[in-house]
Each structure stands twice: as C-alpha cells, then as structure tokens.
C-alpha cells in the first residue's frame, strides 16, 4: 500500500522474467495497468521498484525490453506514465547512434554484483534522490557513478565518481560519501550544496577494515558514524563526526527558498496557475539556498504550504471503455465490440447496463475543485434485459441465492471486450462451493490428526506398561550423575577475560554444535 493505491506485480506467462504492474483506485479492489515488463526475475525474490520518498507521487522500476536488455523507468504521477531517466547535460553515451538515458542500480544490479548502494532518499530532504547510474542505452554491469537530483528526479547531475557509501544528513542539507572501491578507507566527503561542491577529511591514520556509514534516524542530525574494525586484533572502531564544529552557524529565514514542487510535470496546458498541481494539490516547501553555509538542525521543521488547485485534463483518466487520442482526449477504445454505438454494453448482475459518462473519471485521490474542465461524473443505468450469451458464463443466472447475499453489494462490471480489455467477474456459486470445499478439508484433517494422537497414546500406554521399573536407588545414581556433568559444565571456564571470540567458544562448549560463521561476520570479510 502506497499513497493510499496499491502496486502489484503479476508475472507474464512462463519463465519470462518480467510482468506487468498493475495499480489500484482506492477501494483496492479495481486495478489497472500501470507498467508493462516489469522486470522481475523468477530465481530470485528482488525488484528493482522503489518509492521515492522525498517527493509525492514518484516511484523508480526496470524495464525489460523486446531484445531482452533491461532499461530504468520513472514515474512522476504516482504509475500513470513512466518514462526513461534524462541523462545529465554533460553526460556522454559509450554507443554511437544509440538513445542514453540514466540507468539506475537497483537490487537487481547488486545481485550481479555491481558495486554500489541502493537508491537514497528521505522525507525530511524535499526532492533529494542519491543513485548509482551509468549514462547508457540500458543496465551496465561496470562501475557506476553517484548521481543527485535535488527536484524530485527531473534533473540529474553527476556527484562522485566511482561507487560510494551514501547517507543523507540535516535535513538535505548534508551529503555524506566514504569510497566503495576500497575495504579500508580513511577519507570521509561532504556536500552542503546539494552535490556540486564535495570537501575532504581524513578521519584516521590507521587501516580500518570499513562496516557501516551511520546517521541518526530520520535523517535531521549533524553527526556521522563510521563503523569498522582493525585486521589483527579485530577490535571494534567507531569515528563520530560532528559537523557543527565545522559548519558552525545555524541557518537563518534569509538563508531558504521557495521551491514549489512538480513544476516540471506536464501538465498538458500552459497556464501558470497549472505549474505544480499534481493530484488536485500544489505544494510550496521552504528548503535550504545551494550556497548557504549553515545547518538545518533538529529544531527546523519543514514548512510546507498546500493549494487546491482548478480542475483539469491532467485531473481525469478514461473512463471503462474509453482510451486517450493522439489529442489526449478520451475516446470509444476499438477494441470494444459495438464500439460503433454511442452507448457502451456492460453487464451488471446479470442484466444489461448502459454507461453514462462524458469519457472521463476523475483519478483516485484527486481533490480538485471546479475549474473549466468539469466532465459529469460516470453512472450506470441497469436495464431489464438478461445478458448476452457471450457474457452469460460470467454473471449471474438467477436469484437463488439473493437472501444470502442482499446485504453485498456485487457491483463488478463484465464489459463484452476482446484483446487486452475486459474484466473478470467470479460466479457467487463458484465462491460458495470454494468455500464449502475448504470447510470440508479442513474438518477431514482434524479428524485425521484425532486419531493419530489416539493411537500414539495408546501405544506409548502399551509399550510403558511392559518396561520393567527402576528402583530408588537406580534413579538417585542417575540423579547424582547428571548433577555431576552439570557441575562440571558450569565450572569450566576456556578464557578469563570476556573477548567477542571467547564467547562464541563458550557457546560451542555448551551447545555441541560444529563450527559456523553468518555471511556477515567479522572472520568472513577477513578470510
């Protein structure tokens, strides 16, 4: 569940490894399509979907394409239209004659062992995404570059280059960087102005094997945690950066913007009072200059001004049986049988309905008001007419089981559609006898598993009467052995101090388990 829709991933038939994504209205219970070949591949439970969480409505994915290569999408309207990364102005193509675009590494990408971090982004940094990417025609398996965008991912600009571990500090206004190339670094880089400008500390003398680059929750503080340990003694380092001793003044009202967010959605008209709307709302947030040298701190607050913005095209999707034209208007979609009508046929319970609609539906979530463009909302009229027999199969044949059902309303539209549009609508009696189906099941596995506790007692019962039983003094020497082992356990100590190592030896001795290291461990990335 995201933004109030819900994305959900249905594979393509056979091994394909890609499918469609589909999005939800907000009842969650009508989809529709959002991305064709989705890459999702069968071996391995790993996407490269990801919300973005610095800016409404957009969400990053991988494509698969027909020549099999995989490419990087954006969505801007919350899955409506996705569209290939812009590539950075000064970004250069490797291949001639080819369309480059940015190519982001998900976690597909690191499963093929591509070094570099995930995508970044927080609630509390308007508009700032970090990635990996190359400037290619599709997915490269080379090292990648750092890339930021402080607008939400309209526009990219080249960062670092060469992998790096990334975190988001103050609220946007700190960029953290430690080289990924390297298993002991000892240089830290920082960015107060959005990505253009990077400073570097030397943060240790000694070779440190690096484990983790840490900020505070939430993404507001000013210190950074470096985590790592030394390769003969194994001992645990962790470097606290403070960056108010160096960044030392706290940001003032003259040292903020204005920055209005989606002005560089289309919105398919080019009137101002337009710039920014996205789902019926404008949003003006107030976020740090490039060139201030200050911090946000804990105390700032993020102000955000909301507008409810006038209706328009851009505030509609088509209505069932409806397509956009080449003039982004909503039309008859051909594929419809009857399409030459002007009255769509639907089924609705099993009888014959009639559409009422301009062509147009407001999207879910929307909260524009009035305005010029004001399409009548889309009803249904229900006719006394059985349905066709083309659509007979799909509906419901007769009222015997109304009583049981008055008080749902099966409000699921069955339209007579060939290709790729229609919609599937499951017989009540089909569901009724699923679910008696089950209930039977489940009684016949409960009777079974009576009776096989039955006969297990009863031989237990049997096999217990004809052991012969133990004396007193037998069971106090037993009694007395155990005591023994146990006290002898209890005493044995293999070390004196309290190190990581011996206590994983401590656990040894007294689970008996044979010698094993998570992938994660400290002897791991040693050995």
């Given amino acids: 569940m995201s933004e109030k829709v819900i994305f959900m991933h249905v594979d393509n038939p056979g091994d394909t490894g890609h499918g469609t994504l589909y999005i939800s209205d907000e009842t969650g219970v009508k989809f529709t399509t959002s991305l064709k070949n989705n890459l999702y591949p069968n071996y ?57 675009n940015l190519q982001i590494v998900g976690a597909y990408s690191k499963h093929r062992h591509v070094l570099g971090e995930l995508p970044l982004s927080s609630k509390f940094a308007p508009g700032i995404i970090l990635v990996h990417a190359h ?34 500090a103050d609220q946007g206004g700190l960029l953290i960087a430690i080289p990924a190339d390297s298993q002991t670094p000892n240089v830290v880089k920082f960015s107060t102005d959005e990505g253009r400008c990077w400073h570097h500390y030397k943060f240790t003398n000694e070779e440190i094997f690096f484990t983790g680059l840490l900020t505070e929750p939430g993404n507001k503080g000013t210190t950074v945690n470096i985590w790592g340990f030394r390769k003969g003694d194994r001992e645990w380092k962790v470097h606290t950066i403070d960056f108010t001793k160096l960044i030392d003044r706290q940001c003032g009202d003259n040292d903020y913007k204005q920055w209005v967010v989606h002005t560089e959605m289309e919105q398919g008209s080019n009137e101002e009072k337009f710039k920014g709307c996205f789902l019926g709302t404008k949003e003006t947030l107030q976020r ?28 509609y999707q088509c209505a069932f049986g409806y397509v956009r034209d080449k003039t982004n208007s909503c039309v ?36 524009c008001q009035k305005g010029s463009f004001t399409p009548t909302s889309t009803s249904y009229e229900i006719l006394d007419i059985p349905c066709g027999k083309e659509v007979e199969k799909q509906v419901i044949k007769n009222d015997m089981n109304k009583k049981a059902q008055h008080k749902i309303d099966t409000s699921l539209f069955v339209g007579r559609v060939s290709g790729e549009s229609k919609t599937e609508q499951l017989n009540d009696k089909e569901k009724k006898a699923h679910k008696n189906s089950t209930i039977l099941a489940v009684m016949v596995v409960l009777v079974a598993l009576v009776v096989v506790i039955a006969l297990v007692i009863i031989i237990r019962r049997r096999v217990t009467s004809r052991q012969k039983p133990l004396r007193y003094t037998q069971l106090a020497s037993d009694a007395d052995f155990d005591a023994e082992i146990e006290q002898a356990l209890g ?37």
């Fill in 135 to 168: 400037v290619a025609d599709s997915l490269q398996t080379t090292k990648p570059n750092v890339y930021v965008t402080s607008n939400g991912g309209y526009d990219w600009n080249k960062a670092l280059d060469g992998p790096h571990h990334y975190q988001i």
């Fill in 44 to 100: 391995q439970d790993l996407t490269d979907f990801y919300k973005v969480q610095s800016i409404r409505g957009v969400y990053l994915a991988s494509q698969m394409t027909t020549d099999s290569s995989i490419h990087s999408m954006i969505t801007f309207d919350r899955g409506g239209q996705w569209q290939p990364l812009k590539a950075p102005a000064d970004g250069t193509c490797k291949k001639s004659g080819k369309q480059c």
């Fill in 332 to 367: 008859l979609d051909l594929k419809f049988k009857g399409n030459n009508k002007k009255d769509l046929e639907l089924c609705l319970k099993g009888k014959k309905a009639k559409q009422i609609t301009s062509g147009y539906v407001k999207i879910p979530g929307d909260k």
């Fill in 288 to 315: 740090l200059k490039k060139d201030s040298w200050c911090y946000n701190g804990h105390v700032r607050d993020i102000t955000k001004i909301t507008d409810i913005c006038e209706c328009h095209k851009a505030d």
């Fill in 491 to 527: 005493s044995t100590s293999l070390y004196e101090d309290t190190s990581d190592e011996e206590l994983v030896l401590k656990d040894k001795n007294k689970k008996k388990k044979s010698q094993s290291y998570h992938d994660d461990s400290d002897v791991d990335m040693v050995d």
